[in-house]
Nanobody, 118 residues
Framework: QVRLVESGGGLVQAGGSLRLSCVASESIFSISDMAWYRQVPGKQRELVASITHNGDRTTYADSVKGRFTISRDNAKSTLYLQMNSLKPDDTAVYYC???????????WGQGTQVTVSS
């Protein structure tokens, strides 16, 4: 079973930056389209950004376009999310997983908490 381990979250002031990482435990990562999601208590998990298996195409939620950048290093089975110009509305637990277009997901990791203060 593939394990996903997210890291890099923390407390940051509005306007600041963070870089999230997600390491997958198996090589299936390199052939899979992946995505970052986020969730706040009481709300559904939402898609933040996605990337194709070879990194040639990316998509972003309107709320993060121009501020966040998704990337990957298949040799390290690692997915990244560079987050700039952070806003308090970005506060959430961030998770990585398959792109939702697959219709199935790997077991969710523990996520990484991002808190943006105003």
């Amino acid at each position: 079973q593939v394990r996903l381990v997210e890291s890099g979250g923390g407390l940051v002031q509005a306007g600041g930056s963070l870089r999230l990482s997600c390491v997958a435990s198996e090589s299936i990562f390199s052939i899979s389209d992946m995505a970052w999601y986020r969730q706040v208590p009481g709300k559904q998990r939402e898609l933040v950004a996605s990337i194709t298996h070879n990194g040639d195409r990316t998509t972003y939620a309107d709320s993060v376009k121009g501020r966040f950048t998704i990337s990957r290093d298949n040799a390290k089975s690692t997915l990244y999310l560079q987050m700039n110009s952070l806003k308090p509305d970005d506060t959430a637990v961030y998770y990585c997983n398959y792109d939702r277009r697959y219709g199935v997901f790997l077991s969710w990791g523990q996520g990484t908490q991002v808190t943006v203060s105003s």
